[in-house]
């Protein structure tokens, strides 16, 4: 019996550059910059295929690029669509409990690490008006800091 085939990288990759092409982040540059990012952040810290493909997809269902049906059905593992279940923040969901979640979940606390680490960076940061960046840098910071790292 061979078990249900599971989307490659290279796919998983070219599904979430489709699914944010139209998103750009805080600073105008396109969105899969930033996921780019987190996927090669992810790499670097020594994940694995299944936190990799988890980064490419970490804020999809959040920002509404993909549903969460759509990740349900989609052909991931299991520990994929976990990890990407764990980022995705729910409305008024308070930080601890979202902190929380990304810690028991196995996985999801490298790409989050990853995420912060890009979301964080100086260079960044730096293009956005002194009251965003104070506000972002305090909020990175906070989840850093509740997360262990």
Known sequence: MNPDPVLPLAAVEALAREAHAAQRDKAGRPYVEHLRAVADGVRAGGG???QIAAAWLH???EDGALTEEWLRDAPLTDRTKAIVLALTKRPAEAK???AARIRQ???ARLVK???LAHN???ARLAVLD???RARLAAKYATMRALLGL
């Open 113 to 115: 690490e990853a995420d």
């Open 59 to 61: 804020d999809a269902v």
């Open 48 to 50: 694995d295929d299944e």
């Open 120 to 122: 964080a960076d100086p």
């Open 105 to 107: 979940t196995p996985g």
């Open 96 to 98: 601890e409990a979202y």
């Open 130 to 132: 002194e009251t965003t």
